[in-house]
């Protein structure tokens, strides 16, 4: 026995070096670092089987040893049976037990750890872990000093990730035990990892609650390194909620496929207590294998689903697969959209399902009231429709809807030039993208395609938006490429608005890859209006040749108009401008070369009501000598253009900018648009990330609208007007009026954002009207940090100032109580964060003569534990102010530093600095080494790396880093709401 109590405490020694590693040799992990580190952090409920007391992963059959504030054995006793060897199994990844028995009748031999749990009882066999288990840390005399009652098992060697697979379906990879390591997703036929952008506690609880287990003990980051054994990576962009126990129960695997990602995710679960158990067994998150999106629509016969039918009973899927109730609303209009929408002309007959022999779809009713404007839609996401049930509909599938379309297919009737449809899905509404080009279906190069072309796709086909696209790689070799590189913006409806059919097809495709999208049904706020024949009409603006004239309304040109502006195109497309020559004469030329026998009026854009048209002019003094010419062509014109048709007046966004000032560029109207903010000394786009309905709102308010009434995303495309983005890390609230409300701008230049934010606002009532003017917001100038700290004379304050009235940013510029906590601790660690060795002295602007700071106190009961401290952020303080500090500047807490820098004081290598920042939190980070001070070479610098220097310097974490001919970052207090 004392033999044994040495090894244990070797084995001890070499766990705690192993802690020690990991944490020392973090900026030097190995490859390997993922299984190294994840055994530092063993949780409760980890399973291992052992023989002759070694124990590891790759045992299939042994001795059960479970973790539980240490290592031990489980008790073999009157509830240890094939359910609970069963769930064992599963836990460590095989299908299930073979056998099942204890130490003391196997030939496993003996493993000398105490018991740590008796009466294991699993509820049922489908069990996922033994965290879902009962037990008792109480031990039956019978186990309490034999070995030989140690629970074994033997299991199938099939392991349950090969068997039975769902999209959705998880496992953890690579790890020192079954209950951690790389989270890895089954979707789209294949397993693949996770991205660790927007992967929060949530996703990682709901991923061990799916595996069975309690909750997630910890996840972290790993380098996705180009040798790693899955490169396959899954974008989450659905969030789980706190209640979820499958990760796919919002209905939907990950849906993009990503490439440049940098980390994965891995996570430790574990069994907290037995209130917590799950349920989840084998089966249980395969009831959410339907990847398909909401909107999307199937026939049914006798129950069972088919693509292939064009009669049947309707099916619609909307948080699950369920019927349309035939009621007032159901006929004809409704019967032929939802034909159109699974690739048929159009609709025969429609009943319901009790008046059909089709048989009963033991479906519930999803949708109620469904109601069309027109019978030319194109899918029933142009419909509405209500989720609540009649009664009538409620208890009986009699009332099913039901369809029978005719066969022939909408694609082989009256095909245009950039007619679209979507081939080989699961179903009618995902697929590859075809498009029809030069009498011949082909498909789509997957260069530069992106969520914006998706989604044109997907509105041309009556949907709302893309819910995902990937890049096919089992492209059609039978098939033509008829575009590369396709372009959309946020606006587009149809494929031909910015794009056309080549004369010949494409031949530099890349990868060869085509195209597969799903489209979905959003809200019932995005419905369009797009019906058979909206995107035939689009003329083949693309290939125009100088002197080509079309007329537009409301900023959409149409071949079909008649009346409307006059666009010319002259290497471009643009406007005419009337002025003293445009007459009765241009306007007969105009209307002639339009094919139209002459002109009935002609006016100017500002007095009618086609709408603004937002080009820039092309022609002026356009001059035709006789009204009978048949073209523009024959006219005399000036490129060279007035100044009465320039728009030479000032933009408001070139004038008094400030930071936070924000404008919406290249929308239809001036209230709609890409969002860019003035940041930094220039204007940048918005990253999507993050950006919410509140930010929406606030930009919208900021502009004197009363809210936004859409915002979504768009592609970044390489030849963007405007490629600097900003990434917004500060949210807005819904009171918010200004952006840059919070005192900050968007605080990082992001190089790997693939969308950017276009925005739509308007007004709702007079009950909402804003009192925004054109000064409101650059109030909010200030860029600074949480936490910064400046000093002010008279009113006015400076970053060379060393002694002064003390100013604090936390949500905007504010002073400190000088009240009972305020002392020499306090002025020091100010000093230390200004960059000086320490404070002189100390007090209270009304005993001072640093005159009268202008502005509200922001923290009171400041209290720094140790006067070493280097930042104000390491201190406790308190937003609430006491009464006398309220109402009185001279209460505002003063300081006096020593001029010495702290930075030329008892310097040691690897001592960091800021230098050059407006504020001392902020500006190039540069390393004392080898005697003198130096930079940081960008290469490879993150935010993980900025987060190490600003904790260095005393702050929580940095807000912004930027890679510049210098690395520089701002650190920031962590403010808690």
């Known amino acids: 026995m004392p033999s044994f109590h040495i090894m244990l405490t070797y084995l001890v020694n070499v766990y705690q070096s192993c802690m020690s590693i990991c944490i020392f040799c973090q900026n030097h992990m190995p490859i390997f670092s993922l299984k190294l580190c994840l055994t530092t952090s063993l949780s409760n409920g980890a399973i291992i089987l052992s023989r002759y007391i070694i124990s590891s992963t790759s045992y299939y059959y042994g001795v059960v040893r479970v973790f539980y504030n240490g290592w031990g054995n489980i008790c073999d006793d009157y509830y240890y049976d094939s359910a609970e060897a069963n769930v064992v199994c599963h836990q460590l990844g095989y299908t299930g037990a073979s056998s099942y028995s204890r130490a003391g009748l196997t030939s496993y031999g003996t493993d000398y750890y105490f018991m740590k749990w008796d009466d294991v009882n699993c509820g049922s066999s489908s069990y996922l872990s033994i965290a879902q288990c009962s037990y008792s840390t109480y031990i039956d005399y019978g186990c309490v000093n034999s070995n030989s009652y140690d629970a074994t ?76 054994s899955n490169s396959t990576v899954w974008s989450r962009s659905v969030p789980n909620l706190p209640t979820d126990v499958c990760f796919s129960v919002t209905d939907t695997c990950p849906v993009s496929l990503v490439s440049n990602c940098k980390n994965a995710i891995a996570v430790t679960c574990g069994e907290v207590s037995t209130s917590t158990r799950q349920s989840v067994t084998t089966s249980t998150c395969q009831q959410y294998n339907s990847q398909a999106a909401a909107g999307t629509i199937i026939l049914s016969r006798n129950n069972v689903s088919s693509t292939s039918y064009y009669y049947g009973t309707i099916r619609v899927y909307y948080n699950g697969w369920g019927n349309i109730c035939d009621d007032n609303y159901y006929n004809f209009y409704e019967a032929n959209v939802i034909c159109h929408q699974l690739g048929y002309t159009g609709a025969s007959s429609s009943s319901r399902a009790e008046l059909t022999s089709y048989g009963t779809d033991y479906l519930s009713m999803k949708w109620d009231d469904v109601n069309f404007a027109s019978s030319s839609y194109l899918s029933i996401a142009q419909c509405s429709y209500s989720t609540y049930i009649d009664s009538g509909c409620v208890n009986s599938n009699s009332y099913d809807a039901t369809v029978s379309c005719y066969t022939t297919r909408i694609w082989n009737s009256n095909p245009y030039a950039g007619m679209v449809r979507l081939q080989d899905g699961d179903y009618s509404n ?44 089992d492209s059609n070799d039978s098939l033509p490429f008829w575009t590369s590189n396709m372009y959309s913006t946020t606006n587009d409806l149809c494929f031909k608005e910015h794009n056309n059919c080549p004369n010949t097809s494409v031949t530099s495709c890349s990868f060869s890859n085509s195209v597969s999208i799903q489209c979905t049904d959003v809200a019932a706020f995005t419905r369009l209006n797009i019906e058979q024949d909206t995107c035939a009409k689009f003329p083949d603006l693309l290939h125009a040749t100088n002197g080509t004239i079309i007329l537009s309304r409301n900023n959409t040109s149409s071949a079909s108009y008649y009346y409307g502006t006059v666009r010319v195109y002259d290497n471009g497309w643009g406007n005419i401008c ?400």
């Open 153 to 228: 098992v033997y299991c199938y060697t099939t392991r349950i990730w090969n068997s039975n697979l769902f999209p959705g379906m998880i496992h953890l990879q690579d790890g020192d035990y079954s209950n951690e390591g790389r989270v890895e997703v089954y979707c789209n036929g294949q397993w693949g990892t996770i991205c660790s952008d927007g992967f929060d506690s949530n996703n990682a609880n709901t991923i061990c609650k799916q595996l069975g287990y309690d909750v997630s003990f910890s996840f972290n980051n790993f380098s996705l390194h180009e040798n790693s």
């Open 578 to 977: 009337d002025d003293y020559y445009f007459d009765s004469a241009e306007a007969n030329v105009i209307c002639h070369q339009l094919g139209y026998t002459g002109a009935s009026s002609y006016s100017r854009a500002g007095l009618t009501n086609y709408g603004t048209d937002y080009l820039f002019m092309k022609w002026d003094d356009v001059n035709c000598a006789s009204s009978s010419y048949l073209s523009i062509a024959q006219c005399t014109y000036s490129t060279y253009i007035d100044s009465g048709c320039v728009n030479n007046t000032t933009r408001i966004w070139n004038s008094n900018l400030y930071a936070g000032m924000a404008c919406l560029q290249d929308g239809a109207y001036s209230n709609e648009g890409r969002v860019e903010v003035y940041c930094n000394g220039q204007w940048g786009t918005i990253c999507s990330d993050g950006f919410d309905s509140n930010n929406a709102n606030t930009i919208c308010k900021q502009l004197g609208y009363d809210a936004s009434f859409s915002f979504n995303n768009f592609s970044l495309h390489e030849n963007s007007i405007n490629s600097t983005v900003w990434s917004r890390s500060v949210p807005n609230l819904p009171t918010d009026v200004c952006f840059s409300v919070t005192g900050t701008c968007p605080v990082s230049l992001v190089s790997n954002c693939k969308n950017a934010v276009a925005v739509k606002c308007g007004e709702e009532s007079t009950l909402t009207r804003q009192t925004v003017t054109a000064s409101t917001c650059s109030q909010y100038y200030s860029e600074a940090a949480a936490g910064t700290i400046i000093l002010s004379h008279n009113n006015v304050s400076s970053t060379t100032y060393y002694y002064g009235t003390i100013r604090v940013y936390y949500n905007g510029w504010g002073n400190i109580c000088d009240d009972y906590n305020y002392n020499s601790a306090e002025a020091n660690v100010i000093c230390h964060q200004l960059g000086y060795t320490g404070a002189s002295s100390f007090s209270r602007a009304g005993l001072t003569s640093y005159g009268t700071d202008y502005l509200s106190m922001k923290w009171d009961d400041v209290n720094c534990a140790s006067s070493s401290y280097l930042s104000i952020a390491q201190c406790t303080y308190s937003t609430y102010i006491d009464y006398g500090c309220v109402n009185s500047n001279s209460y505002d807490a003063t300081v006096y530093c020593y001029t010495t820098r702290i930075w030329n004081s008892n310097l040691y290598d690897g001592m960091v600095r800021l230098q050059d920042g407006d504020y001392t939190n902020e500006g190039r980070v540069e390393v004392y080494c080898n005697g003198q001070w130096g930079t940081i070479c960008s290469d490879g610098f993150d935010s993980t790396d900025a987060n190490t220097i600003c904790k260095q310097l005393g702050y929580d974490s940095f807000s912004f880093f930027h890679l510049s001919l210098y690395m520089i970052i701002i650190c920031s207090l962590m403010i808690i709401v």
């Open 430 to 473: 995902e697929g590859r993208v075809e498009v029809y080009c030069n009498g011949q279906w082909g498909t789509i190069c997957s260069d530069g395609f992106d969520s914006t072309d998706a989604n044109t796709l997907c509105k041309q086909l009556g949907y709302d938006s893309s819910s995902f696209f990937h890049l096919s790689t």
